[in-house]
Nanobody, 122 residues
């Protein structure tokens, strides 16, 4: 199983980025897919999830600015990030799992990508 993130980079505050997570070895439609992020010196935190049925949730800090989506044909998940803020700076990780402990728990996910860096300048 492999998850490969892409789309990170350096952007000014107020700008946008679209992250992609290409999955091989598992069908994204049959798993919970999520995005987490980890800033320097901080724990990895939940950002957004999309369930097998299409249920979506967001962390309060990104709600209204970020949007998660899934393309079953491409077996990929995306994170559209708008109105980015310096506090969004982090390494962003894609995760795949059954989420038996809840979609916001890191321990719910069996597979992780290598991460992609997002840096937002003020």
């Amino acid at each position: 199983v492999q998850l490969v993130e892409s789309g990170g980079g350096l952007v000014q505050a107020g700008g946008s980025l679209r992250l992609s997570c290409a999955v091989s070895g598992r069908n994204v439609r049959t798993y919970v897919m999520s995005w987490f992020r980890q800033a320097p010196g901080k724990e990895r935190e939940f950002v957004a999830h999309i369930s097998q049925s299409g249920t979506i949730s967001y962390a309060d800090s990104v709600n209204g600015r970020f949007s998660i989506s899934r393309d079953n044909a491409k077996n990929s998940v995306y994170l559209q990030m708008n109105n980015l803020k310096p506090e969004d700076t982090a390494v962003y990780y894609c995760a795949l799992g059954r989420a038996f402990r809840g979609p916001r728990e890191r321990s719910s996910y069996e597979f992780w990508g290598q991460g992609t860096q997002v840096t937002v300048s003020s």
